[in-house]
């Protein structure tokens, strides 16, 4: 993750202590930089105790747009531990000339989004919500995950291919060819890591059903590293 290199080695932030965390939902996550902890803390009070006995000063919040609880339980945790927060969020994508974006404001929005049955769909979201489409058991779903499924899936029809981004568009047009992708279902989380997949669609005129980002009680938020590290420099 891009702050994390900031902070690492000879970056912009070399010699001052952090601490990297993942949620531990990867088996095999990028490695960082920093010090790593991996897994949950326990909800608010969790977090608030892991800060306090920490130590911790500031808190950059660079989760996925998506991860609405955990960036909820940020807000709350640092305001009681009185702790300084910064979120580092990624610009949001935004539909460009040829795009066919149909855009959702949830999971059951763009479940409800596709076709009853015939569908061919690149259901990019990775593996926390699949069940949602289980309701659609007429599609056939393209999934494309970090790690291999441990348990069967709870989709009647998919396919899975295991790979780990960042994508390049040319890449993600031949994925979609050669599974003969109808529509591609995609959270807007922003960034050029996951943009591929967006360009090969409107090459291919493929409609998108595109989710929102859900929303995250107020704070403050910066768009780049730079900015970032600035924060820090001067919180």
């Not at 006995?53 to 909820?72: G, K, L, W």
């Not at 959702?104 to 049955?117: F, H, I, R, S, Y």
């Not at 015939?118 to 309701?135: D, E, M, P, W, Y």
């Not at 056939?140 to 029809?157: C, E, I, N, S, T």
Request: charged share 20%; aromatic share 6%; glycine share 10%.
């Amino acid at each position: 993750m891009a702050v994390a290199e900031a902070w690492g080695g000879a970056g912009p932030g070399a010699g001052r202590q952090a601490v990297f965390s993942y949620a531990g939902r990867t088996a095999r996550p990028a490695s960082q930089p920093l010090p790593c902890r991996i897994g949950g803390f326990g909800g608010v009070a969790g977090l608030v105790a892991y800060l306090r006995r920490e130590a911790i000063t500031h808190v950059v919040d660079a989760t996925h747009p998506f991860a609405a609880q955990m960036s909820a339980n940020a807000v709350a945790a640092c305001e009681e531990a009185g702790v300084k927060l910064l979120g580092y969020e990624r610009p949001e994508w935004i539909a460009r000339p040829g795009d066919r974006w149909i855009r959702v404001a949830d999971m059951a929005a763009a479940v409800a989004a596709l076709p009853e049955a015939g569908a061919r769909v690149f259901l990019a979201i990775g593996k926390q919500h699949l069940s949602a489409f289980s309701t659609r058991p007429g599609n056939h779903y393209l999934l494309r995950l970090v790690d291999a499924p441990v348990a069967p899936l709870p989709l009647a029809d998919s396919c899975v291919v295991v790979a780990r981004g960042p994508f390049d568009a040319a890449g993600d047009e031949e994925l979609m060819r050669s599974h003969a992708i109808t529509h591609v279902v995609a959270k807007n989380a922003g960034g050029s890591g996951a943009q591929a997949k967006l360009v090969a669609a409107r090459a291919l005129g493929l409609p998108v059903v595109m989710m929102d980002r859900p929303r995250i009680p107020s704070r403050q938020v910066r768009g780049s590293v730079a900015e970032v590290m600035s924060w820090l420099d001067h919180a």
